[in-house]
């Protein structure tokens, strides 16, 4: 390009003539020209494309505190779900800007549609009002190539970064002039041109006069785009610069903005006509502060619509001194060998030549992230793109978490969740990572009431998971990771209250009026209990009550039972009071008991399935409840510990239940064939007995479908009716005589319910049946070691042979590490469980 000497007058930002340095938003190349540039021109003010609310939140970014990626976070103060982020990175050009003014005592300001402007616009539009969103681009960011996007937020349906309500897709720059120069890769010609330029290399202000150059011819062929959003935002940011001149004369001023919007800051306007622009907009009260931000959050591929590729390779390129190559691929050599992979320095110096060798190929001045990455996957991944995987995720893209300084503006839920991370050393982090909780211990049980208390909140900060150590109550596993959008959650909490506690207890009281079916209900109950929330317990618990005693459906009856009953192991403890748990879930369990025989009666495959889940539901949750003991609060009471009236007996009762469906024919098969499976599996039927039954269900005159439901029902689920199977020849006769009879006409419509209840068992299982069944008929009939021929059956326990793995099943099942409340089998118990 020529013509550079009519931007001479442009350079200092003097003499009525601002200094526009155009920019690509998380460029590193772009941020390196923007501090070169505002040192060479020392203007007297800077001005920075951004949400003039945050104007008095610049002095933050000085903190000692306050380490990048971080965001502004607007949010309407009536609807903190309506929110807009500006993210901005350590690459940042704003943010480069904003530190050098801050370091040089030169003012910084805002000057891009105010945000009470941007958090309105469409709403009027909406069919609703907007809710929680995801990180987005919005209205006027520091946070990516405006012109590079298509329009629109992600999320919630309003207009995006520079966009409007239409869905046009929006010209790409960068795209445009890398065709131009003969590229079909935007990004791979960016770094050639820009970030390969070194810092200090030619003159500070070339790159912006030849970018405004280029932008304005794209703008004489493409005009705005057709999107109004834009000429209303460059309306006030030329408002803006003219007060900024007219109040620094000659002093200087210097506008960091995104590239594409330099031409029309540059362009003559009458003021008339950009108030005009401006008038009748619509305005929400907004509230504005600093929240961390990730490198995820800023890639592309999180659906950040202005984002970038790899922040984590240009947060490299921009914070590297020198040989940023080499530099990457030992940051790559590092990881690779933490994840115990073969990587040495032969490797690192082998890549390098590579990468450089690729990029002379390739005809680059440099390599570039391309070149590291096929090095990379030659060299020290062995051509594999599993480990290539893992370096895109960690150093590509990474996992950097900003943080914030404590005196930023926040509302006083967040105040005190901050409070209560820093006294439980609970560190909010990017990285996925693992928290075991022993709730013996008073610290790990307050981390865990706070991570109930904010799931109940709406704000996932942890998950829970299974724990792999023990199966006791006193153990949680939280699967926690920290994003950027729990920010905005926190907010929208804050309307229940100012801590975490009231909000929670607040939040319960709600959802447990606004409750739909009383599963939710009870669900609600179990959480409270986990979030210890006893203000909260008695309101659910009333309302839990009324449900129950209005819901006739025996399944909701069924479904609601076990959340329950689990809730009550948590007064061993957490040392919560249960007595009202206790007997609601025993009138449930009374319900159940009557409602359940008719209720069976007469269903469709489908719905015999769904009832036979909940027969196991209520199985287990009886057993439980039986056995429990119930803790209330009662200063006479020590231990606090006594049986729950009308729990007596409730295992007897559900007994004489199971009887009554296994000898009721209007029961499907798979509902009576579980029946005889649990009575069996509680002592309360004798395998004679079952045989007998078995031996009923499977004569000929039972029609083959429903021989097959039943033994699916008797059976199914798992390996242990295949155990069953195994250790009594005389049932696995029965099955197989009955499957050998069969006719041929009637074997394909059973056979899918078999192979659903067979394919279950563990590969072992099938093999043992497989041995038993391939056997001659007067073969079978005993388990013996000389007739099978398989190792370790017996017809009776040796002693012996179980005392033997004693110790190993103890280690397994924590019985020695942890010996607490949980330790309650002794060794005849554990021998039993063996057998």
């Avoid at 109950?525 to 009324?546: F, G, I, S, T």
Wanted: aromatic share 4%.
């Amino acid at each position: 390009m020529t013509g550079a000497d009519e931007f001479g007058g442009r350079r200092t930002g003097g003499a009525g003539v601002p200094l526009l340095l155009g920019v690509r938003h998380h460029g590193p190349g772009s941020a390196r020209a923007v501090r070169a540039a505002l040192a060479a021109a020392r203007p007297a003010v800077v001005l920075i494309e951004g949400p003039p609310e945050a104007d008095a939140l610049i002095p933050l970014a000085a903190d000692e505190d306050m380490r990048p990626p971080v965001a502004l976070l607007a949010h309407a103060v009536d609807e903190p779900g309506r929110s807009a982020f500006w993210p901005l990175a350590d690459f940042s050009p704003e943010w480069v800007a904003i530190r050098w003014a801050l370091e040089h005592g030169v003012p910084a300001r805002f000057i891009d549609l105010p945000a009470t402007h941007t958090l309105a616009w469409g709403r009027d539009t909406e069919d609703e009002p907007a809710g929680p969103v995801q990180p987005v681009a919005p209205a006027g960011p520091p946070s990516g190539e405006e012109a590079a996007q298509p329009a629109g937020n992600e999320g919630d349906g309003t207009a995006g970064e520079g966009g409007d309500e239409g869905t046009a897709l929006r010209v790409d720059p960068l795209a445009v002039l890398a065709e131009a120069a003969g590229y079909d890769d935007p990004e791979r010609w960016w770094e050639d041109v820009v970030e390969h330029r070194g810092p200090g290399e030619g003159d500070p202000f070339a790159p912006f006069e030849v970018l405004e150059a280029a932008m304005g011819a794209l703008r004489e062929r493409y005009g705005s785009g057709g999107h109004d959003r834009d000429l209303v935002r460059e309306a006030y940011m030329r408002l803006q610069l003219r007060t900024a001149q007219r109040e620094f004369g000659d002093g200087g001023v210097a506008v960091v903005c995104g590239a594409w919007h330099v031409p029309a800051l540059r362009r003559k306007t009458a003021v008339a006509a950009d108030r005009a622009l401006l008038k009748g907009l619509p305005k929400v009260k907004a509230d504005m502060t600093w929240v961390p931000w990730t490198h995820r959050r800023l890639s592309r591929f999180s659906g950040y619509g202005a984002g970038i590729d790899s922040p984590g390779w240009y947060g490299h390129l921009f914070a590297a001194p020198d040989r940023p190559v080499e530099r990457w691929l030992t940051k790559v050599a590092g990881l690779l060998r933490a994840e115990d992979r073969l990587v040495s320095s032969a490797h690192v110096i082998e890549a390098v030549r590579l990468a450089q060798t690729l990029a002379a190929m390739r005809g680059r001045p440099l390599p570039g992230l391309s070149e590291t990455t096929d090095a990379v996957r030659a060299v020290m991944c062995e051509g594999s793109d599993v480990p290539l995987a893992l370096v895109h995720d960690r150093l590509v893209v990474g996992d950097v978490l900003g943080e914030v300084p404590r005196t930023a503006p926040a509302v006083p839920l967040q105040r005190d969740l901050d409070r209560l991370q820093r006294r439980l050393r609970l560190k909010p982090e990017a990285l996925e990572r693992e928290l075991e909780l022993d709730l013996r211990k008073e610290n790990d049980a307050e981390r865990s009431r706070m991570l109930h208390r904010l799931r109940l909140l709406g704000v996932a900060w942890g998950e829970p998971a299974a724990s792999r150590g023990s199966t006791g109550t006193f153990r949680e596993t939280w699967r926690l990771r920290w994003e950027p959008e729990l920010s905005v959650r926190v907010a929208e909490a804050g309307v229940w209250g100012t801590t975490v506690l009231t909000a929670a207890t607040a939040k319960a009281e709600a959802d447990a009026v606004t409750a739909q079916g009383l599963a939710e209900v009870t669900a609600l109950a179990e959480r409270c209990l986990l979030a210890e929330l006893p203000d909260a317990l008695p309101v659910v618990m009333r309302v839990l009550a009324d449900r129950a005693a209005l819901d006739t459906d025996v399944g909701h009856l069924a479904q609601a039972l076990p959340a329950l009953v689990r809730s009550l192991r948590y007064g061993d403890v957490r040392g919560t009071d249960t007595q009202a748990l206790a007997e609601v879930a025993a009138g449930l369990a009374e319900r159940v008991f009557v409602g359940l025989p008719p209720a069976c009666a007469a269903l469709d495959s489908d719905a015999a399935e769904e009832m036979r889940r909940h027969v196991d539901a209520v199985q287990g949750a009886v057993g439980l409840l039986d056995d429990a003991p119930t803790r209330e609060r009662r200063p006479t009471d020590p231990s606090g510990e006594r049986p729950a009236p009308g729990r007596r007996d409730l295992r007897g009762r559900w007994h004489a239940v199971l009887r009554v469906l296994t000898g009721r024919d209007t029961v499907p098969g798979v509902i009576r064939g579980r029946a005889v499976r649990l009575l069996l599996d509680d002592g309360e039927l004798a395998q004679d007995d079952a045989a007998r039954l078995m031996g009923l269900v499977l004569s000929p005159g039972t029609p083959p479908q429903d021989a097959a439901a039943w033994i699916e029902g008797f059976v199914g689920g798992g390996s242990g009716g295949g155990m069953l199977l195994v250790h009594d020849e005389r049932l696995l006769g029965l099955v197989d005589d009955w499957l050998t009879g069969v006719p041929a006409e009637a074997f394909t419509d059973v056979l899918p319910l078999l192979r659903r209840t067979f394919s279950a068992y563990e590969p072992g299982v099938r093999r043992t049946l497989g041995e038993l069944v391939r056997r001659a008929p007067g073969e079978r009939g005993g388990v013996a070691p000389a007739r099978s021929g398989i190792p370790g059956f017996a017809a009776d326990l040796d002693p012996g042979r179980a005392e033997a793995v004693l110790p190993v099943l103890r280690l397994l099942l924590g019985l020695d590490t942890d010996g607490g409340e949980d330790d309650v089998f002794d060794d005849d118990n554990l021998v039993g469980v063996g057998r």
